[in-house]
């Protein structure tokens, strides 16, 4: 019964990856401007710019190029990145490790800080603290993310000089150099993430805080606060996984700004530069892999779900 | 029960609602005001060269310093107000509506349309917004960069797809209610059972996330222009306005941080006011952004 | 719980701090330049192909040219010791430096000058310098012995020195291909990689073989590009980076006011201007297009859009600091007049234009801005239209009859060629005037350098006065330089970079 609703959940991810392939490598053709001139410049000779777009097939019909793409992608042959000459895999490798890095250390702040926020809510619910730290992550909620990289980055690079200005990282930088580096951006995306996720899980936690069996607990003499950690918490926490799979998503494709303002190499920079450069094998590619970890985030949400909730496991 | 009169049902009202609701529809108010008079409060015309000296901090001539084009920012802020606000709602508006109409079309015809459409949605929302904001905007065209319109529909694209997800749910929670059933039998065609037994009950649903979609939509709105394929100046965008201004942000910090604290009084205005009226009607909300 | 997360998280800023106390001690003996704009994609070692400021920068420190322009665009001798010409200028000698290695240890020699100029007549090679080394006949480049080369050209050209400071005429070893330089780059510059990936950093080592004594001042050096003015200005004052170039006017004046740092300018730079089609209505009444330019206050061009960093320019791609400019003093607005124009031609109730810019250059968005603001006090109506800046130069530039754009800084003979000859590339106002070419080729002709200037001064004037350009300012080339760094100036042209001499303690 549960394997067959985890096969189901499957092959839709599967399924929700094909159309995504579809409508990338569509909205990808859509785009004007000619690509022999974007990726050898407008100096170019005509006979180059013909015969690079007889290297990209530009003559044969899309449906025949889709399908070519798609096996390439299946055997793992992404293709040269255009303008480079370099394999694509090469290019992309450094940027997604960094990323998945600066995720890491994003989601390695983002889980104490909602945790601790939402529980100290939860505790103290309606009361003071609680509505000083919602005004708070109200607040923190409306600033856009640019706005808040440029702030964080004011505050403790210019005004308190402890910081680095720039977070660049390559294959020499030291783990100090990494920790450094990362500091900012990934405390910025920590708190970009968590005020969704601090109101959210406070709740969820109220919610179940004054259900039945809580206030057994309580009534049996157990602590307030190991009643919230021990037994409200972990129920709470099963809505925040599948926020915490979306926020994955956005890490990895939505943090261009918080890239560009730090100066850090990521992989959403890469994307985006990819777009406007026109350089479509890097653009099917990056964008592919950011919509294919986003699905399967999700599909691991899901599925932790269900095995975790008895409740859903009837559903299908 | 004795009937309760108008004014003792709307001090009901009153008491029920929050703190936060109270203030938040103030400051909602205050921005409605700015939209409406803003042009007219200004003391210098949001394009108008030569106002001040550039770069030049906060004063009482300028209260939010002057640009690097000797633009008195103050003036064009108070100018950009009800373009952030139309924009907004009216993206808002679009992409909810077409979220919804497939939303709860996926849910009224089950089986594998409805599979197929939310893989389509489930498609959309996994490519990453910016991205697909920025290959929208490309793929309309030079000429349209930087139009209000496009900006509307790209706001429109981005956001039907989880509305629609959102409507999918709400709607296949009623679809097994006996009143659609009936519709059904009737014979009544698919459009008019969406429109007159679905969308009406999920209306508080749908209101809710209208408002919270809304709220984030000046935010978009203003990264698209930071990213610099946003609304094309000279409009006076508060967005564009804030990523015009933040390389000199080290030079006159309320060039960037005035339009900043406005736009962010918005947003949470609008969060504040919609927290507190879905409490009131019962729905509960998160302020989700994707 | 509470107190373990306070602790923890204090102790995590703690050793964030002493981390980047320790990274930025680390990094130290590199110097650390950075530019205002890096892309990830199209990364070139090639000087064939040039197309972004990173390129620049790599390829002005692996590479080296036969000369080099000064500030006063006089070409001053670098692989070549010196040059003569024949009588009428169609003939041109070079005396190439002895003693100079390539970086892998080969010596270099007139073959290696021979084929880096004829593989940029390679159709197959994406190259601008085809038509700024327009006057080379590729098979008539000869080898006279090990130092000396011998140019044979199309036409006679006085200046042809000076031509042969672009960008893209560095020399590659003989018989190296675009594949080969851009896998392993080998140059007689002051740095040099082993092999080049592209990446967010360059970072190039000293040059064992560098013939420059004592040069260059550093072991290594490093490049990246950061977008937002922000973070860079914080780089510089934060002492994370040595060296801003390229510096935009906002991020100027924000240096200018900090402690720790200095604003290092060149006497010139590049110009910004606005093409009209001098074939497309309305432009295609003169009356209309001198109206359109007497509409510029050009002084106050300069001090908003460039800060005050610029020059006034008059309408000619020659600096009015030049000694070779027609007229030194700014061509004053005159809106009446513009008005008077406008209805002579037909347009007395005013005029309605779209002007397309982008902000491919950050100036140019703000520099349309003013000019509408400008235009608007004659009755003309000037519609911006922000294009997007990645398709700009391929979908915009010489596809629409009025547009911005913007000229890196040149000697005359080329600034004046290069978009305003008959048969140019880059024709940007679709001005074809048969005595406009023959007064340039004439100029460039004329030995005598009085009757050269003169010579100059007249095509200027032509331009100005008849021309499609209207050209408002020039901007000057600026950098920033943290206390405690020397060796760096600025070139008028801002693709010169001279590395060579820059340390840091």
């Known amino acids: 019964m549960i394997a067959r609703l985890i096969l189901g959940r499957c092959v839709s991810a599967l399924v929700t990856l094909i159309a995504i392939s579809i409508i990338v490598f569509a909205m990808v053709q859509m785009l004007p401007g000619d690509v022999a001139s974007m990726v050898l410049g407008r100096f170019a000779s005509e006979t180059a710019k013909e015969a690079l777009r007889q290297q990209l097939h530009l003559y044969q019909p899309a449906a025949w190029r889709y399908l070519g793409w798609l096996a390439g992608l299946l055997t793992g042959n992404l293709g040269d990145d255009l303008s480079s000459q370099q394999p694509i895999a090469v290019i992309i490798a450094p940027a997604l490790g960094n990323t998945l890095v600066l995720s890491g250390a994003a989601l390695a702040i983002y889980l104490p800080l909602t945790l601790s926020v939402a529980g100290v809510q939860a505790f103290y619910r309606y009361g003071g603290i609680d509505h000083g730290l919602s005004t708070v992550t109200m607040i923190g909620a409306s600033i856009p993310e640019f706005l808040m990289s440029i702030l964080f980055l004011v505050m403790f690079v210019v005004v308190m000089p402890v910081l680095p200005a720039v977070s660049f990282v390559d294959e020499h930088t030291s783990f100090i150099g990494w920790l450094s580096a990362l500091a900012l951006p990934a405390v910025v995306l920590a708190i970009v993430m968590s005020v969704y996720g601090i109101r959210m899980l406070r709740g969820n936690l109220i919610e179940i805080l004054q259900s039945d069996f809580i206030q057994v607990a309580l009534l049996r003499g157990l602590s307030p606060g190991r009643v919230l950690i021990r037994h409200a918490l972990p129920n709470a926490l099963i809505p925040t996984l599948n926020v915490t799979a979306l926020n994955l998503g956005y890490l990895i494709g939505g943090v261009v700004v918080v890239e560009k303002v730090f100066a850090f190499p990521g992989f959403g920079s890469l994307m985006v530069d990819a777009v406007s450069f026109r350089d479509v094998p890097l653009v099917e590619a990056t964008v592919m892999i950011a919509a294919a970890i986003y699905v399967a985030s999700n599909l691991v949400a899901d599925l932790m779900a269900i095995v975790l909730n008895p409740k859903l496991r009837r559903t299908s | ?290 | 719980m509470l107190k373990l997360m306070f602790t923890s998280a204090l102790a995590a800023a703690c050793v964030f701090g002493l981390g980047a106390g320790i990274a930025a001690a680390d990094e130290a003996k590199c110097l650390r330049v950075v530019g205002p704009e890096w892309t990830a994609e199209g990364q070139s070692v090639d000087p064939a192909r040039i197309i972004t400021t990173g390129d620049v920068l790599r390829i002005t420190s692996i590479y080296q040219k036969l000369a080099e322009m000064d500030d006063n665009y006089q070409p001053q001798p670098v692989l070549a010791e010196s040059w003569e010409s024949n009588q009428d200028g169609t003939s041109w000698t070079f005396h190439l430096r002895k003693g100079v290695k390539f970086q892998d240890g080969r010596d270099f020699t007139a073959k290696d000058v021979v084929w880096s100029f004829q593989r940029l007549f390679d159709p197959k090679l994406d190259t601008g310098a085809k038509s700024i080394l327009s006057m080379i006949d590729p098979s008539k480049i000869v080898a006279v012995d090990d130092s000396t080369v011998q140019f044979t050209l199309k036409a006679a050209n006085a200046i042809f020195p000076a031509v042969l400071t672009t960008k893209y005429a560095a020399i590659v070893p003989n018989g190296s291909t675009q594949d080969q330089l851009q896998k392993h780059p080998v140059g007689t510059g002051p740095f040099m990689v082993d092999n080049f990936t592209p990446g967010p950093k360059f970072v190039a080592k000293r040059n064992p073989y560098y013939w420059g004594k004592g040069e260059p001042g550093a072991d290594c050096i490093e490049f990246s590009g950061i977008s937002e003015t922000v973070s860079r200005v914080s780089a510089l004052t934060s002492g994370q980076a040595d060296l801003l170039v390229q510096l935009e006017p906002s991020a100027a004046a924000t240096l200018d006011k900090s402690s720790g740092v200095k604003v290092l300018m060149a006497p010139g730079g590049m110009y910004l201007d606005f093409a009209m089609w001098v074939d497309t209505p309305p432009f295609n009444d003169e009356r209309v297009r001198t109206a359109m330019k007497l509409v510029v206050d050009r002084s106050a061009f300069v001090n908003t859009v460039m800060l005050g960093i610029g020059t006034p320019g008059n309408d000619n791609p020659v600096s009015p600091l030049s000694p070779d400019a027609y007229q030194h003093a700014a061509i004053p607005q005159d809106i009446e007049k513009a008005k008077q124009l406008l209805a002579d031609a037909g347009y007395p109730n005013g005029l309605k234009v779209d002007l397309y810019t982008s902000d491919s250059l950050a100036v140019m968005i703000p520099a349309a801005q003013v000019y509408k603001q400008m235009a608007a006090k004659a009755g003309i109506d000037v519609n911006v239209i922000v294009s997007p800046a990645d398709s700009y130069w391929t979908e915009i530039f010489l596809k629409r009859p009025f547009i911005t754009s913007y000229w890196g800084d040149r000697p005359p003979s080329e600034a004046l060629g290069i978009a305003y000859l008959s048969d140019s590339a880059n024709n940007e106002t679709h001005w074809k005037r048969p005595a406009y070419d023959a007064l340039l080729n004439k100029a460039n002709g004329t030995i005598d350098p009085d009757a050269r200037r003169a010579l100059y001064q007249q095509t200027e004037k032509m331009l100005a006065e008849q021309g499609g350009v209207i050209v408002p300012a020039f901007a000057t080339t600026t950098a920033a330089i943290r206390d405690g760094c020397s060796g760096f100036t600025p070139n008028n042209n801002a693709a010169n970079f001279d590395f060579s001499t820059l340390t840091c303690k």
């Not at chain 2, 009937?3 to 909602?28: E, K, Q």
């Not at chain 2, 993206?91 to 849910?107: C, E, K, W």
């Not at chain 2, 429109?195 to 649903?205: D, G, H, M, Q, R």
């Not at chain 2, 604290?261 to 919609?274: D, K």
Request: a positive charge.
């Open chain 2, 1 to 290: 029960m004795a009937r309760r009169t108008r004014t003792a049902r709307l001090a009901l009202l009153w008491h029920r609602t929050g703190w936060s609701l109270r203030i938040g529809a103030l400051i909602l108010l205050v921005h409605l005001l700015v939209a409406v008079f803003g042009p007219w409060l200004a003391s210098y015309d949001p394009n108008e060269m030569g106002s001040g000296i550039p770069l030049s901090g906060a004063s009482w001539a300028h209260p939010f310093g002057v640009d690097q084009l000797s633009r008195d920012i103050f003036s064009r802020v108070l100018n950009g107000s009800h373009i952030v606000i139309i924009l907004s709602l009216s993206g808002t508006f679009v992409g909810l509506t077409v979220g919804a109409a497939i939303g709860l079309f996926s849910a009224y015809m089950g089986g594998w349309v409805d599979e197929l459409i939310q893989r389509t949605v489930e498609a959309f929302v996994s490519i990453p917004f910016i991205v697909l904001g920025l290959l929208a905007v490309y793929a309309a065209g030079p000429e349209s960069a930087g139009k209000p319109a496009l900006m509307v529909l790209v706001i429109a694209l981005l956001y039907a797809p989880r509305v629609a997800r959102m409507a999918r749910s709400a709607g296949l929670d009623i679809i097994t209610h006996d009143y659609v059933l009936a519709a059904r039998l009737r014979g009544e065609r698919v459009w008019s059972v969406i429109w007159f037994e679905l969308a009406p009950n999920v209306i508080s649903t749908l209101i809710v996330e209208f408002a919270v979609r809304t709220a984030y939509a000046p935010a978009l709105v203003a990264t698209f222009g930071f990213l610099g394929f946003g609304i094309q100046p000279p409009t006076p965008e508060w967005g564009s306005i804030i990523s015009e201004n933040r390389g000199i942000f080290l030079l006159s910090p309320v060039a960037v941080l005035g339009p900043g604290a406005c736009l962010a009084s918005l947003i949470v205005a609008v969060n504040m006011v919609t927290e507190g009226v879905s409490r009131l009607i019962g729905q509960r909300v998160e302020i989700a952004s994707r």
